[in-house]
């Protein structure tokens, strides 16, 4: 037999008979499938972790904002504890609790205070200037409370979502009594 008749008789073979076709079109897909599914799985865990992050930060100014007596460091503690928890976050995170005044006379929001726990820094005067975009019109005297959070997000999945930082920032004001206090006690 000449080469060449072999390779007709094979090709006429090959092509006449549908065996494995199955087989092989599933090895060819379900590669990209896999991929697929561990795609939708990262992009759900994301808006998953968005969510929880956003839930918790309003949980915990909703919480400052029902106050009425001074909070210190160990309730700042307490808060970021409960942060953590809440968003299960195994990283590093970071809250920082502010309290703005705003002055109607000179159209401009004032620092009354400023705590952090985690990585972040406390908030300076000079920041809020840039912040009219980001905060509610307020009233003469009127005081609000500002509650930044931020932590790390590591993706389960290596599918061209990268590792971020989730931040939310949250804007209440105080129900129960004019303005929280801080207190170094």
């Not at 009354?112 to 509610?136: C, F, H, N």
């Given at each position: 037999?000449?080469?060449?008749?072999?390779?007709?008789?094979?090709?006429?073979?090959?092509?006449?008979?549908e065996?494995?076709a199955?087989?092989?079109?599933?090895?060819?897909?379900?590669?990209?499938?896999f991929?697929?599914?561990?795609?939708?799985?990262?992009?759900?865990?994301?808006?998953?972790?968005?969510?929880?992050?956003q839930?918790?930060?309003?949980?915990?100014?909703?919480?400052?904002?029902?106050?009425?007596l001074?909070?210190?460091?160990?309730?700042l503690?307490g808060?970021?504890t409960?942060?953590?928890?809440?968003t299960?976050?195994?990283?590093?995170?970071?809250?920082?609790?502010?309290?703005?005044?705003?002055d109607?006379?000179?159209?401009?929001?004032?620092?009354d205070?400023?705590?952090?726990?985690?990585?972040?820094a406390?908030l300076?005067?000079?920041?809020?200037?840039?912040?009219?975009?980001?905060?509610p019109?307020?009233?003469?005297?009127?005081?609000i409370i500002?509650?930044?959070?931020a932590?790390?997000?590591?993706?389960?999945?290596?599918?061209?979502?990268?590792?971020?930082?989730?931040?939310?920032?949250?804007f209440?004001?105080?129900?129960?009594?004019?303005?929280?206090?801080?207190?170094?006690?």
């Amino acid at each position: 037999m000449s080469k060449l008749k072999l390779k007709s008789i094979l090709r006429a073979d090959f092509l006449r008979k549908e065996d494995g076709a199955i087989a092989i079109e599933t090895i060819i897909i379900f590669p990209v499938l896999f991929w697929g599914f561990m795609a939708m799985f990262s992009t759900f865990d994301a808006y998953r972790q968005y969510s929880m992050h956003q839930k918790a930060a309003y949980t915990i100014s909703d919480m400052i904002s029902r106050e009425t007596l001074p909070i210190d460091g160990a309730y700042l503690d307490g808060a970021h504890t409960l942060f953590d928890a809440l968003t299960r976050t195994p990283q590093d995170s970071s809250i920082r609790v502010s309290i703005l005044q705003y002055d109607g006379q000179n159209n401009r929001m004032k620092l009354d205070w400023s705590k952090t726990r985690g990585s972040s820094a406390a908030l300076e005067e000079q920041s809020i200037r840039a912040w009219t975009d980001r905060l509610p019109k307020l009233v003469n005297g009127e005081r609000i409370i500002i509650v930044e959070t931020a932590a790390s997000y590591d993706p389960p999945f290596n599918t061209g979502l990268e590792q971020r930082e989730i931040k939310n920032f949250i804007f209440t004001r105080p129900r129960y009594a004019p303005q929280i206090l801080w207190t170094d006690a």
